[in-house]
């Protein structure tokens, strides 16, 4: 029974060690392409590490490209959906939870309803609604986009966390003369933290990594994302691979920080919002 024991618990973490080899082999190869000078892209063909490294192309990349301003751009527009949403997600999220008002169902299945159709369908409209006031080609007007289509799925995602958490001990506050929103803010929120670390972290890698809207709305380099801005490293008759690969390694920075920081809140957050009680 016992070697019965040992090999399934090997298999078991064999199979995770090669799903995360899988998962992590496209970084590797992000950040090995990234230091391999462009005489030897295509002269040695495929090696796991090339023979000379060089950090050309990141130098190209910060100091005679565009991609700091589209890094800027970035970090604005995912940083400000992120709070936006997080924000408003906290407060709808506690409503549903907490709250019976009439056409709370109706309104759930509304927010459900806008999950459902394809992004692609409703680039045209969209552009439409935001070209006559001026919110084309504007950071502002990603940070709308992004805030309407990520809000749904987020005030859900909170609603989890604060279903997980027991009304008695808002009751116990409302009997020590709290309000409702001093028992939001004083009990309820400082519980929620993973939760809300978890939301943070959903929306801005979405925020993050969007391309659509942000090719179809974004019609200049001054107000474009790092994911547009890596279509400018593609021209008509070449890919410059080195410099494409050396912008994705330096955009996935932010993104690991970001996530280091609120590690300790995610992991509670992603495990306690899917239990109830």
Same mark, same amino acid.
């Given at each position: 029974?016992?070697?019965?024991?040992?090999?399934?618990?090997?298999?078991?973490?064999?199979?995770?060690?090669?799903?995360?080899?899988?998962?992590?082999?496209?970084?590797?190869?992000?950040?090995?392409?990234?230091?391999?000078?462009?005489?030897?892209?295509?002269?040695?063909?495929?090696?796991?590490?090339?023979?000379?490294?060089?950090?050309?192309?990141?130098?190209?990349?910060?100091?005679?490209?565009?991609?700091?301003?589209?890094?800027?751009?970035?970090?604005?527009?995912?940083?400000?959906?992120?709070?936006?949403?997080?924000? *408003?997600?906290?407060?709808?999220?506690?409503?549903?939870?907490? +709250? =019976?008002?009439?056409?709370?169902?109706? !309104?759930? %299945? $509304? #927010?459900?309803?806008?999950?459902?159709?394809?992004?692609?369908?409703?680039?045209?409209?969209?552009?439409?609604?935001?070209?006559?006031?001026?919110?084309?080609?504007?950071?502002?007007?990603?940070?709308?986009?992004?805030?309407?289509?990520?809000?749904?799925?987020?005030?859900?995602?909170?609603?989890?966390?604060?279903?997980?958490?027991?009304?008695?001990?808002?009751?116990?506050?409302?009997?020590?003369?709290?309000?409702?929103?001093?028992?939001?803010?004083?009990?309820?929120?400082?519980?929620? *933290?993973?939760?809300?670390?978890?939301?943070?972290?959903?929306? +801005? =890698?979405?925020?993050?990594?969007?391309? !659509?809207? %942000? $090719? #179809?709305?974004?019609?200049?380099?001054?107000?474009?994302?790092?994911?547009?801005?890596?279509?400018?490293?593609?021209?008509?008759?070449?890919?410059?691979?080195?410099?494409?690969?050396?912008?994705?390694?330096?955009?996935?920075?932010?993104?690991?920080?970001?996530?280091?920081?609120?590690?300790?809140?995610?992991?509670?957050?992603?495990?306690?919002?899917?239990?109830?009680?």
């Amino acid at each position: 029974m016992n070697n019965y024991s040992t090999f399934g618990t090997a298999l078991h973490r064999l199979a995770i060690l090669c799903y995360v080899l899988f998962a992590l082999f496209p970084l590797f190869w992000l950040l090995k392409v990234s230091v391999t000078p462009n005489d030897l892209l295509y002269s040695e063909g495929v090696r796991m590490w090339p023979s000379r490294m060089s950090f050309e192309h990141f130098r190209f990349v910060l100091a005679h490209s565009a991609f700091p301003v589209f890094f800027r751009n970035s970090m604005i527009v995912a940083g400000a959906t992120a709070v936006i949403v997080t924000l *408003l997600a906290s407060l709808s999220g506690y409503a549903l939870s907490r +709250f =019976t008002f009439r056409g709370k169902y109706w !309104l759930v %299945a $509304l #927010m459900l309803l806008t999950q459902m159709f394809p992004l692609v369908m409703l680039v045209a409209p969209i552009f439409k609604m935001l070209s006559p006031l001026g919110l084309t080609n504007s950071l502002t007007g990603l940070v709308v986009v992004y805030t309407a289509f990520n809000i749904p799925f987020a005030t859900f995602l909170m609603q989890s966390f604060f279903d997980g958490i027991p009304k008695e001990l808002e009751e116990a506050a409302k009997i020590d003369g709290a309000t409702q929103f001093m028992a939001f803010r004083q009990i309820v929120l400082p519980l929620t *933290l993973p939760g809300i670390a978890a939301t943070l972290g959903f929306v +801005f =890698t979405a925020a993050w990594s969007e391309l !659509l809207f %942000a $090719l #179809m709305l974004i019609s200049g380099n001054s107000a474009a994302t790092f994911p547009v801005g890596l279509l400018t490293f593609v021209s008509k008759f070449s890919v410059d691979f080195g410099q494409m690969m050396a912008a994705g390694v330096l955009a996935l920075i932010p993104a690991c920080l970001f996530f280091l920081f609120i590690q300790r809140y995610l992991v509670q957050g992603l495990t306690a919002g899917a239990v109830k009680g």
